[in-house]
């Protein structure tokens, strides 16, 4: 298996996505505030998803690199909730990516109490 293949890794890396095209609307006063902030947060849950599978051998590492994923993605919850406070998102943009979110968040909390069926030798 590839990390790529993870159902935790496809729906980071969607929401992600998703993330990135709402935020091309986003004012330009904020590109260097909450744009940076959101598509830097969402990606990083991405990569630390990635890094955690190619670590799997050191089993400490699995655990430390998802629990960083996991407040990663925390992190853009709260950006989230800047940008429908912000009005730059709707209400049912808002909660589509928020249930998204926390959708990637159960999984990854999966991965960080179960490494066991990630390969991980615990």
Partial sequence: MDFKDLLAYKKSFDL???LFEVTKSFPKEETY???DQIRR??????????????????????????????AENSETQTWLEFSLA?????????????????E??????????????FGVNE
């Fill in 41 to 70: 947060s969402s990606r990083s849950v991405t990569a630390n998803i990635s890094e955690s599978y190619r670590k799997k051998n050191y089993p400490k590492h699995v655990v430390s690199k998802p629990t960083d994923s996991d």
């Fill in 104 to 117: 990637v968040g159960n999984l990854i909390n999966y991965m960080i109490h179960n490494p066991g069926k």
């Fill in 86 to 102: 912000c009005k730059y998102i709707d209400q049912t943009t808002f909660e589509e990516r928020n249930s998204l979110s926390l």
């Fill in 33 to 35: 505030a909450l744009t």
């Fill in 16 to 18: 992600a996505m998703k």
